[in-house]
């Protein structure tokens, strides 16, 4: 039996995950950095502006709706459906942690040997992990098209762009660099009239999980799957980037096109 850790954060599509790889192989050990725990490291290690964005949109994604949203599209029929229902479970070990990088997980990962790893949400992986674990052995599911859209906010700015072929959720090899490892495949979804990065991003990141578990049934040995290095072009987006003036003019635009391509048409926004 293929032993599977995950190391993510505790948003929805997180659980979906969790839950989806109990499902395939009946057992998976989860180590949970928490949402709360990284904005409050930030306060802790003085990183003020990065504490006050992570906050804004926290605050933002409330107001327009984007959790609720999140929540009621990666409910699953089956159990568990909570985190509290996948810690209790008998095939789940579960750790939660302040800090991705700290010394209990280091412990952790040293004492027990996984053959699989996969990250999804963390802070970014530290030297120290990367060492207890085969490079081969590691992968991450980052919420963007991989090269061109590196970082946070991934879909809403490949919208701002215009570039609709770039929506997408990349899974790839973990490195020691910023979404940068070798590409093993990308996730992509069509854009609709009524969509927004909200609705795309959950749309992607469901078709990369289920794609993923799919494939890890057939080929559990990830380290002979195939992967493309990058190549160094894109950018990378940081929570500061996507400020109230950007997200405004983002709206503005949209219902300038909404309005140009008529009534009947539908509508975009962000």
Same mark, same amino acid.
């Given at each position: 039996?293929?032993?599977?850790?995950?190391?993510?954060?505790?948003?929805?599509?997180?659980?979906?995950?969790?839950?989806?790889?109990?499902?395939?192989?009946?057992?998976?050990?989860?180590?949970?950095?928490?949402?709360?725990?990284?904005?409050?490291?930030?306060?802790?290690?003085?990183?003020?502006?990065?504490?006050?964005?992570?906050?804004?949109?926290?605050?933002?994604?409330?107001?327009?709706?984007? !959790?609720?949203?999140?929540?009621?599209?990666?409910?699953?029929?089956?159990?568990?459906?909570?985190?509290?229902?996948?810690?209790?479970?008998?095939?789940?070990?579960?750790?939660?942690?302040?800090?991705?990088?700290?010394?209990?997980?280091?412990?952790?990962?040293?004492?027990?040997?996984?053959?699989?790893?996969?990250?999804?949400?963390?802070?970014?992986?530290?030297?120290?992990?990367?060492?207890?674990?085969?490079?081969?052995?590691?992968?991450?599911?980052?919420?963007?098209?991989?090269?061109?859209?590196?970082?946070?906010?991934?879909?809403?700015?490949?919208?701002?762009?215009?570039?609709? !072929?770039?929506?997408?959720?990349?899974?790839?090899?973990?490195?020691?660099?910023?979404?940068?490892?070798?590409?093993?495949?990308?996730?992509?979804?069509?854009?609709?009239?009524?969509?927004?990065?909200?609705?795309?991003?959950?749309?992607?990141?469901?078709?990369?999980?289920?794609?993923?578990?799919?494939?890890?049934?057939?080929?559990?040995?990830?380290?002979?799957?195939?992967?493309?290095?990058?190549?160094?072009?894109?950018?990378?987006?940081?929570?500061?980037?996507?400020?109230?003036?950007?997200?405004?003019?983002?709206?503005?635009?949209?219902?300038?096109?909404?309005?140009?391509?008529?009534?009947?048409?539908?509508?975009?926004?962000?």
């Amino acid at each position: 039996m293929t032993n599977i850790t995950l190391l993510c954060s505790d948003g929805p599509h997180h659980l979906y995950l969790a839950a989806e790889i109990l499902d395939a192989f009946g057992r998976v050990r989860v180590i949970v950095e928490p949402g709360r725990e990284q904005a409050s490291r930030l306060l802790r290690n003085g990183h003020y502006r990065a504490y006050l964005w992570t906050r804004y949109h926290e605050w933002r994604r409330r107001l327009f709706g984007y !959790d609720a949203y999140r929540r009621r599209y990666f409910v699953r029929e089956r159990e568990p459906r909570t985190w509290d229902a996948l810690r209790r479970h008998a095939g789940v070990r579960y750790l939660e942690t302040s800090w991705i990088n700290d010394t209990t997980v280091l412990d952790a990962l040293r004492d027990d040997l996984s053959d699989v790893y996969i990250v999804m949400g963390t802070k970014k992986i530290g030297e120290a992990l990367l060492s207890l674990v085969p490079a081969d052995r590691i992968i991450n599911i980052h919420g963007g098209h991989l090269p061109y859209y590196r970082g946070n906010h991934c879909f809403f700015f490949a919208l701002r762009h215009g570039e609709l !072929d770039k929506l997408s959720t990349t899974i790839h090899r973990v490195s020691a660099g910023l979404d940068t490892g070798a590409i093993i495949s990308r996730h992509s979804v069509r854009f609709c009239a009524d969509d927004n990065s909200e609705t795309l991003y959950s749309r992607a990141e469901r078709a990369a999980i289920d794609s993923l578990v799919a494939r890890l049934k057939r080929e559990p040995d990830i380290a002979a799957w195939s992967s493309e290095p990058q190549p160094n072009v894109g950018s990378t987006y940081r929570m500061r980037d996507r400020g109230p003036l950007v997200e405004l003019v983002h709206h503005l635009g949209a219902i300038r096109r909404r309005l140009a391509a008529g009534p009947n048409r539908g509508k975009e926004t962000s």
